[in-house]
Each structure stands twice: as C-alpha cells, then as structure tokens.
C-alpha cells in the first residue's frame, strides 16, 4: 500500500511554463526582477532556466527594474509618506542595483520631502502622551527614523516642532 503526503507536494515549472506566468503577472502589475526570481526558486526551477526568464521578460520589456524602483519611489514617498532611507533600503532588499535605486531617489524633491516630515511630525505630536518634553522629542524622533528620514533633518523638525507648541 502506497501512502500520498501532501505536504511534500513538489512545485516544478519548466521554462516556457514559467515565462507565460510571469508575463501575465508582470503585465497585470509591475514587478522587479528579484520579485520574479524570488517566485521561480519557489517553483524550484533551475538556475540557467531562471536566468533565461529573467532575460526573456528583460528584453521584451516586461520587467524593468528602472521603471519599478520609479514606480516604488513614487508610491512610497506620495501615499506611504517614506523617507528616503526607509525606500532604498526596501528596493535593496529587492535586489535593485544601487545606482539605479540612486537614479530613482533623485525625483524625491528635497523640500516636499522636508514639508511631509513635518506634517507627519506634528500630526505624531498631538497624538504622543509623554511625561516630559525630553521623552516627547525621543518618541518623535524614534517615530521620523523609522519612517525613513534622515536623522539630521529629523532631529531638526522635531525640535521646531516641540518649541512650537
């Protein structure tokens, strides 16, 4: 009598297989290439049929991992309110290159970016019950760091901020 695990369930995909996935995925919404190569070791394909993919959907435009980190800067700065930090370590933790995660990065304006931590900032600091002015500055500051802002400038908005009130 032969027993069937489930559990052990093997997800293999050939190459052809995989590409017509991943074109549909990546027409439906925009990916990078370490999303796609993340998923196809998923599928425990090989690593010359992975590369080959990746080529593949490269050269016919599907993935541009340019366009995406764009696409994410936009996003994450516009709607999440991220800081500069908290997106270049989230597309490298993609796997996008350095430069073009620094070529992306360059359409953040400056002074928007500054604005948006101080709204965040105050916002933060109406809603923060503290003991003191030293522990209020120390949760704000905590709060702008990990929203991706650069330290210096943090520090900087929260201080202006707690002379305000």
Request: net charge positive; glycine share 4%.
């Amino acid at each position: 009598m032969t027993t069937l695990n489930l559990h052990t369930k093997e997800k293999h995909i050939d190459k052809e297989k995989a590409l017509s996935r991943l074109q549909y995925l990546c027409a439906r919404s925009e990916k990078c290439t370490g999303d796609l190569r993340q998923k196809m070791i998923q599928w425990k394909m090989e690593t010359t049929d992975i590369a080959w993919v990746i080529n593949s959907l490269t050269s016919d435009k599907f993935v541009d991992d340019a366009r995406y980190a764009a696409m994410f800067v936009r996003d994450k700065s516009r709607i999440s309110k991220w800081g500069r930090v908290k997106i270049a370590t989230a597309l490298r933790a993609k796997g996008v290159a350095v430069d073009i995660i620094n070529d992306a990065l360059t359409q953040i304006d400056p002074s928007t970016d500054k604005a948006q931590l101080i709204e965040l900032i105050a916002r933060k600091a109406k809603q923060t019950k503290s003991k003191s002015v030293y522990d209020l500055k120390n949760k704000l500051i905590r709060f702008g760091v990990s929203r991706g802002f650069d330290m210096g400038v943090v520090i900087d908005v929260v201080n202006g901020a707690v002379k305000g009130e």
